[in-house]
């Protein structure tokens, strides 16, 4: 497992300097078959994300307590490093001593983190009272900014999101806005507020200013979180297609490049149609430096593209118990891979007049039974027009006989119309007599 | 002279010769026949039913003005039946009211005696010699149906459906219509035209709510989902506001069955049939819900013959929750026999080939099918325009627009104005 991580650290790392980043990016690709390796995969992200990443995953590997354990004592670490201590005592009753007497409730700690947290917002108030008093619009600003980042790092995240908001009143510059922009949308992506994620996004990138590469991709990976979170998986896929490799690992307190790559990749796969996953995504030369972080999403991109199916749906398979573990995308699998496999049977059976559901079944690891479900369920939906011969278990394609359509349609229409003249005709009358009766009262 | 004796001869001696002096010396003497109403029946033996057509009809319903008992309707009964083949179509036009209301009391009679059926022939006999043409709609219709109804003469009753009716004396004779010609269309499972003669109902202009109006909407829901297997709350935007905003209230239980129904789920329809019986029963529509219970099965049937080419009664039988594929087998013959669905049953392996719908639209019954309904079209929109012509040409429609548009101007007449969108 180690030597693995070994010869593909580099590989990447070449291949990744093409993209013309330089920052320090040794890291292992996150998605692999095997099981969460939670250290590499805690590497990837800093900040606030990284603990709450690694408490989703303690929360929802119910079956797997050392992965449980691992999680949580990587979670207490690093959140010793900061200062919120409500999430300490959290932590600390989820891992109800199970990790020995060092990682308990370190009361001392807290406390005098409290302390100090008293006596800086103590601070901070008389700080920006005082600029309030003497009206320096650049110090009130900077004032708010600071409660901003303080409440933040306490872990009070609305308080937090209100003061980011209110510097909004004292930018002078486009730098300051999008400064705003950027607090507001981290503080609402943890918050999992993602309407205010896009209105800030669009916010930021409405600044006169032109942006800069690196901000740019951030508010591109923004906004493609929050269609990720409202389920518009197309305008996810575009966005984070978009997304500049400049990147890099400077939004890591967000989203890790390799995570643009699985977010992306997945939603072009269940979205897109044959063109534009060749264009978009397949020839993106731009995208390409991500998925070269996530080889398996490349793979099975191309697999799917080259009709391999199988192999495909085995690497989604393969993904899939990791995926289930991201914070971002947990929701938002089974729906990506149900549309995932509907596009595919759909581009395996269109070009054929009739197909063996053995065959087929084969291809695509699964019962007959199983398929002949499936494919029921996208005929209803009208998205393969064929019918099943059950009988001898084979699909033929159903060509509609334009003709005969014709006819229906025609003589349909022609009854519709007749009718719906007769009882115009019949309303009119009434109406009419209706109205005589009235003027000839009124006579 | 006796007065009557006097009126019987003037009678006879102008029918012949002046209709109109004679329908005013019938008018003017209509106190004297309520007064004289006991010695009537004795003066109809003088005249003859064709020839004094009018004066028969006058002392006749006069003679039956009276609260009626089982025996006299016995003795009248028979004698209106024959005045009504016998009499003269011009006559009887003179006074239709007069000729309705002896009707009207004709059906009550035939009703109290619990023989609707003797009233059904009279009564569409009655209803030609009164109608003008086949497009009017007389008050008779609706009295003509519901006997049909009560004698379950669907048959006959269809003979009078089958004409397009435009000309309307009142409108509660056209909900009533309507409504009944509904049900004897339902009976006779043409559910189609059913589902238009409702619909007229529903969307028929009305200020009020009233009763017909929201039984036939009622009806209307199950014979939607019986036929199309879907029901859409909303109405047309040409119904009446009244109907738009209240009906629905009205109608709850059947709304939600239609929810329900739109599942797809038999299990989820059935128990609430079950624990709505009650209200469906209480309004006489509980063999109709049935019906609906049992299309769904077919509409399952159906969605499958779109997605299958063979498939075995066994899995039939699972995937439309049939109890086994006897019961499958069954359903799908049915079917077959009905022409909703083109399969064949193949017993030895308990397969059913589902087919195309074999219509190829060559056949020269099919042009002759096609071009009827071209002629029948063309001169439905002839009518149209005709209809369209005579409203702008109206003067009470005319002076109505003007009114509302103070300013005079030659272009306010160009257009029909949005409130008479019909």
New interface residues.
Partial sequence: MEGDDETSGPMIDEIYANGGDDGNRNRRPISSGDQLDIEAYASLYTGRTKIARLLFIADHCEKNSTMELEALRMAYDEIKKGENTQLLREVVQKIDGRLGPNYGMDAAWCSTVDRRAEQRKEKLENELNAYKTNLIKESIRMGYNDFGDFYYAHGQLGDAFKNYVRTRDYCTTSKHIIHMCMSAILVSIEMGQFTHVTSYVSKAEQTPEALDQITGAKLRCAAGLANLEAKKYKLAARKFLETAPELGSNYNDVIAPQDVATYGGLCALATFDRAELKNKVIDNHVFRNFLELVPEVRELINDFYSSHYASCLEYLGNLKTNLLLDIHLHDHVETLYDQIRHKALIQYTHPFVSVDLRMMANAFKTTIAGLEKELEALITDNQIQARIDSHNKILYARHADQRNATFQRVLESGREFDRDVRSMLLRSNLIKHDYNLKTSRKL | MDPLEQLVAQIVGLSDTDIPRLLGILKASDDLLRADWTRLSSVLSQLDPFKHSLGFLYILEASTAGPTTKEQAETVVPIITSFIDACAAEQIRSIPDKFISLCKRFKDQVVLLETPIRGVAPMLAALKKLQTSTEHLTPLHPEFLMLCLLAKCYKTGLSILED??????Q?KD?FLYCYYGGMICIGQKHFQKAL?LL??VV???M?TMNAIAVEAYKKYILVSLIRHGQFSTSLPK?ASSTAQRNLKSFCQPYIELANTYGTGKIEGLETYVQSNAETFESDNNFGLVKQVVSSNYKRNIQ?LT???????LQ?IANTVKLNGPKEAEMHVLQMIQDGEIYATINQK?G?V??L??P???KTCE?IEH?DS??Q??MA??K??TV?DER?SC?Q??LS?VGRERPRYDMDDFDTVPTK?T?
């Fill in positions: 397009d009716i435009f000309e309307v004396d409108p056209l238009e619909h007229i969307t028929a202009p200020s040409y969605r779109q997605t299958y080419l063979t498939l075995s899995d392996d397969m080939r589902f195309e719908d219509e190829q639209y099919m096609i309904s071209i029948r079209i439905l929109s009518k149209l209809m409203i109206d009470a429609y109505k008479f019909i």
